[in-house]
C-alpha cells in the first residue's frame, strides 16, 4: 500500500479517489519454487501537495523492491527505497512492510505520478489468503499486500491493510497446464492459455486477486455466470453451480444486484487453506473454498455466509474498529440465514438459530453463544475487538441472530430495502457504524435506539420466565425477567394434546407483563417464543459461571 508523504516529510492522507488508481502489472508464478515476480506500472493520481517521498507496503515476503519514476518526464529517475519497518500481524509472514521512497525529484502539487517498480516474493511462508504452493497458489490484495496498494488514510499500525481498490490490467505467467482466475474482463486466446498465459482488464475498482491451479473447470447455466474449479472430479460438482445459484438468487432478494458480472468457487487444499487463514474466502467475484466443504453436499449455510461478502466486508467495509465486525461477518452469516430460510425453510433457520447448521461450524449459533458466555466470555457488539477469535465468534453466534431479530422489528421487506438503498449509496467505500444504524433507523422511520442499546450495547441475553392458568375459556400468563430488562415482541403459543394451537404476540417492556385472551379448548401447555426467534436463555443452554438454576 502507499501512503503519499508531503516535501517536508510529513505524512499526508491520499485524496485521490480508488478509481484514479491504475495499474498495469506483469506477474510470473511459478509454483513448484514457490515464487512470484512482480513488475509493471502504477498511476498515482494527482494531489494538492508536492510529493518528495512515497511510503509504500508490500507484504514482508516481498523483497528486492525497485522503483522509478518515469512520469512525469521532467522528474524521470531511479528512485532510492528504504525499508523503513515491518508492522507485525496475527501470525508469522503475516505483516506488512512499509518502504520509503525518495524521489529522485519532486513532484509538483496537482501532477499525477506514473511509477515503475518490481519485486520478488514468496517462500515457503504463507499470509493472509495468499499462499504459493504446487498444487495452488492464490492471493488476495484484500487480505495481504501481494501488489503495491495506495492506503487509506494512516497507515495501521496493527498491521491490519486498508488499501484502495484499483483498475487496471493483469498479466499472468503460470506454467502450461494450470489454470488462473482473477476479475475483470478476460483477454486471452486459446493459444495463450495453453502456454500459461492469461490476461485480464479491470474497469471496476477491485481488490486485486487471483487463484491457479491444476483445475477441472466447469460452467454452470444461472441468470448470474457461475463457475466451478475442481481439483478432482466430483459426481456432485453440478450441485455446486445450481446450489450457488439458487443462493446468489436469494441474496440478491436480500441485499440487491450482485455486484459482479460473474461468480466462481475454487478449490484449495484443507490444509493449505488453514495455514492461509480460512475455510472459506470471499474475493470479489469468486470465493476460495477449502476441500473438506467440497467433499461434502452443498452447505448452504456456509456458502451462504461467504457469498454474502461479496457485498458486506467486500462491496461495504467499515471505516473504525466500531462495527466492524458485525458489518462484516455479522452480515454475512445474517445473509447465510436468510438463504436457508428462503431456499430450506423456516423450521430449517430455526434449527440454524439454536443449535446450528448441519455440517457447517459447529459454535455459530445460539448454543455457541451460551457456552461463551457460560466460560464468562462475552463482549458488546458494537465495538468487538479488531482482532481475535472472541470477536469473530460473537459476531457469528450472537450477531446474525441480532440482525434477524432487527429484521423482523423492522420488517422483512422494509429491512431488505433499508440494506439495498444503503448498498447503493455506499458501494466500494468505508462507512461508519453509527451512520449505518442511522440509515437503518432512518429507513424504518422510528426510534430504534431502545434495540441498538440493549443489542448492540450491551452483554448478555435476557432470561424470560413463564407462568399460567387457564379459567374456563380464557388463558392468562405473567412473563417475568430479570434487570437489565429487554423490551421485545414475542409469540405465545397455545397447544391441547390433539393438535390445536394458537398464537398470539406479547409486547415486553418490565420486569412483569401480563397478557390474558380467550381460547375455546383445553390448554395443555403454553410456549414462550416457540420458534426461537429471540436470542434468550433456554434449559438447553449451559448455565453461565455463578449463575442460579433456572
Not at 477441472?216 to 466451478?228: C, E, N, S, V
Not at 446450489?243 to 458480472?261: D, R, W
Not at 422489528?409 to 429491512?415: A, H, L, P, T
Request: with cysteine.
Amino acid at each position: 500500500m502507499f501512503a503519499l508523504v508531503s516535501a517536508c516529510g510529513a505524512s499526508a492522507r491520499a485524496t485521490g479517489s480508488s478509481d484514479g488508481v491504475h495499474y498495469d502489472l506483469q506477474i510470473h508464478i511459478s509454483p513448484e519454487a514457490h515464487s512470484i515476480q512482480v513488475s509493471g506500472s502504477l498511476l498515482l493520481p494527482a494531489e494538492n501537495f508536492n510529493r518528495q517521498q512515497i511510503e509504500l507496503s508490500l507484504s514482508e515476503l516481498m523483497t528486492d523492491f525497485r522503483v522509478e519514476v518515469i512520469g512525469p518526464a521532467s522528474v524521470a529517475g531511479t528512485a532510492m527505497t528504504e525499508k523503513v519497518t515491518v508492522r507485525p500481524y496475527s501470525r508469522p509472514g503475516w505483516g506488512t512492510a512499509t518502504w520509503r521512497v525518495h524521489l529522485p525529484h519532486q513532484i509538483s502539487a496537482n501532477v499525477p505520478a506514473l511509477l515503475r517498480f518490481s519485486y520478488t516474493g514468496g517462500g515457503s511462508h504463507t499470509s493472509f489468503i495468499f499462499s504459493l504452493e504446487s498444487e495452488v497458489c492464490f492471493g488476495a490484495g484484500i487480505g495481504t499486500a501481494w501488489y503495491p496498494e495506495i492506503e487509506d488514510g494512516a497507515v495501521q499500525s496493527d498491521g491490519r491493510l486498508r488499501g484502495l481498490r484499483g483498475t487496471g490490467s493483469l498479466n499472468f505467467f503460470v506454467p502450461s497446464g494450470y489454470v488462473l482466475e482473477s476479475q475483470g474482463m478476460p483477454l486471452s486466446k486459446p493459444e495463450e492459455i495453453s502456454r500459461g498465459e492469461f490476461r485480464f482488464n479491470i474497469d471496476e475498482p477491485v481488490f486485486f486477486a487471483f487463484a491457479a491451479g491444476r483445475y477441472m473447470l466447469q460452467h454452470g447455466h444461472g441468470r448470474i455466470p457461475t463457475a466451478l474449479y475442481l481439483l478432482k472430479s466430483r459426481v456432485n460438482s453440478a450441485s455446486y453451480l445450481t446450489g450457488s445459484e439458487k443462493v446468489l438468487a436469494a441474496l440478491v432478494h436480500e441485499f440487491g444486484p450482485y455486484p459482479h458480472p460473474e461468480f466462481a468457487i475454487l478449490e484449495v487444499p484443507t490444509e493449505q487453506a488453514d495455514r492461509a487463514g480460512f475455510a472459506g474466502a470471499s474475493l470479489e467475484g469468486f470465493i476460495l473454498s477449502n476441500t473438506d466443504f467440497l467433499n461434502k453436499e452443498f452447505n448452504t449455510a456456509f456458502f451462504g455466509h461467504e457469498i454474502s461478502h461479496q457485498w458486506w466486508g467486500n462491496l461495504i467495509r467499515s471505516k473504525t474498529v466500531q462495527g466492524r465486525w458485525m458489518m462484516s461477518e455479522g452480515m454475512a452469516q445474517f445473509g447465510s440465514l436468510r438463504a436457508v430460510e428462503i431456499l430450506e425453510g423456516a423450521a430449517a433457520a430455526e434449527r440454524y438459530r439454536r443449535t446450528g447448521y448441519p455440517d457447517y461450524i459447529s459454535d455459530q449459533n445460539a448454543r455457541g453463544y451460551f457456552t461463551l458466555v457460560a466460560r464468562g466470555t462475552d463482549h458488546r457488539l458494537s465495538d468487538l475487538p479488531q482482532d481475535g477469535d472472541l470477536s469473530r465468534a460473537l459476531s457469528n453466534s450472537k450477531g446474525f441472530i441480532v440482525w434477524d431479530m432487527l429484521s423482523r422489528e423492522v420488517g422483512r421487506r422494509q429491512f431488505s430495502h433499508i440494506l439495498q438503498r444503503f448498498i447503493r449509496d455506499h458501494a466500494n467505500q468505508r462507512v461508519e457504524w453509527n451512520g449505518f444504524l442511522r440509515a437503518i433507523e432512518n429507513g424504518a422511520g422510528r426510534n430504534l435506539q431502545w434495540f441498538f442499546e440493549q443489542w448492540f450495547g450491551r452483554t448478555g441475553a435476557p432470561d424470560f420466565q413463564l407462568t399460567w392458568r387457564q379459567k374456563v375459556r380464557r388463558v392468562r400468563g405473567v412473563i417475568t425477567q430479570t434487570s437489565p430488562y429487554y423490551q421485545a415482541t414475542l409469540e405465545v403459543e397455545v397447544k391441547n394434546k390433539e393438535g390445536r394451537h394458537l398464537i398470539r404476540k406479547v409486547r415486553l417492556r418490565e420486569a412483569q407483563t401480563s397478557f390474558a385472551f380467550p381460547i375455546n379448548f383445553r390448554v395443555e401447555s403454553v410456549a414462550l417464543d416457540p420458534h426461537y426467534l429471540m436470542l434468550r436463555w433456554t434449559p438447553e443452554y449451559p448455565l453461565p459461571l455463578m449463575r442460579e438454576p433456572r
